[in-house]
């Protein structure tokens, strides 16, 4: 009886968070003057999954997860169970080249968020193409280090031309997508804008000139303390996890939660 009564409880509290959460995409991106939110991925690592079936229940369709094993897991079983063929996986954590094939083997596997080298991109790339039945590339964003700190992955801003060529030109079964970053954590915006945004807006717009592509390129950048002012300074994708599910159980990691 108390389990149930926790799991009801749960259910509750993350169908509120998600409703909230909803609401203050929908308010910021009116206060920002534009027609379209940006995605909402939802970050549900080291949660049960039973806390992303709520989510997938009250709408959400975009899921992120870090780890590969985790994402594999959490994949195959709701593909076992059956009623979730729409969900959508985003890699959004540092992808270790001996998990490659197992990630290219996830159910739903919509996009790669993490890209930050050549090495990373052609293996990807071979893996992906290796898949049986594979049709559509594979979504892929370049991840770049715009607060240049040792801690985080990604490529410099400057080697981002570099890359974006060898991913549009050498690697047929990925698509080339756009950029994401994490950032440094804590910015004051009595300081003004976040300067990682603006970095990544800045190199987004270098690669549309130099590379002269024919679509926008996607911007991922804004989490729980900061999505709301990703919005307004144009993310078209925000990562959220404590603002919907609370904080996971604490891992070994330099990154903040998501």
């Known amino acids: 009886m108390v389990a149930r009564l926790a799991l009801r409880e749960s259910y509750e509290c993350i169908s509120t968070a998600v409703r909230s959460v909803v609401a203050a995409v929908e308010e910021s991106t009116r206060a920002a003057g534009r027609v379209a939110p940006p995605r909402l991925v939802a970050v549900s690592k080291a949660q049960p999954l039973c806390r992303v079936q709520t989510a997938y229940q009250e709408g959400l369709r975009h899921f992120g997860e870090n780890y590969v094993q985790e994402l594999h897991s ?21 992808l270790q080249g001996n998990k490659t094939k ?5 159910p739903g596997l919509w996009q790669v968020e993490t890209v930050h080298n050549e090495k990373m991109a052609q293996t990807l ?4 193409g290796k898949r049986e039945g594979a049709g559509q590339p594979l979504r892929v964003l370049m991840q770049v280090n715009t607060s240049e700190e040792d801690n985080k992955h990604g490529c410099q801003p400057e ?14 079964h990925l698509t080339f997508q756009g950029l994401m970053t994490v950032g440094r954590q804590g910015h004051p915006l009595e300081e003004g804008p976040n300067p990682d945004f603006q ?10 000139q130099t590379l002269r592509l024919s679509r926008p390129l996607e911007l991922s950048m804004g ?17 959220v996890g404590t603002a919907l599910f609370g904080r996971p159980p604490q891992r ?7």
């Open 223 to 239: 989490m729980t303390a900061d999505f709301q002012h990703a919005i307004s300074m144009g993310s078209t994708s925000i990562r």
């Open 252 to 258: 070994n990691s330099t990154h903040s939660p998501p």
């Open 159 to 172: 080697e981002c031309v570099t890359l974006a060529r060898f991913i549009v030109t050498e690697c047929p």
């Open 74 to 94: 959490k994949a195959t079983e709701l593909q076992r169970l059956g009623g979730y063929g729409d969900i959508r996986w985003h890699f959004i954590g540092h």
């Open 125 to 128: 790339n071979r893996m992906w």
């Open 199 to 208: 970095m990544l807006a800045h190199c987004s717009a270098s690669l549309q």
């Open 102 to 106: 197992l990630l290219t083997a996830v």
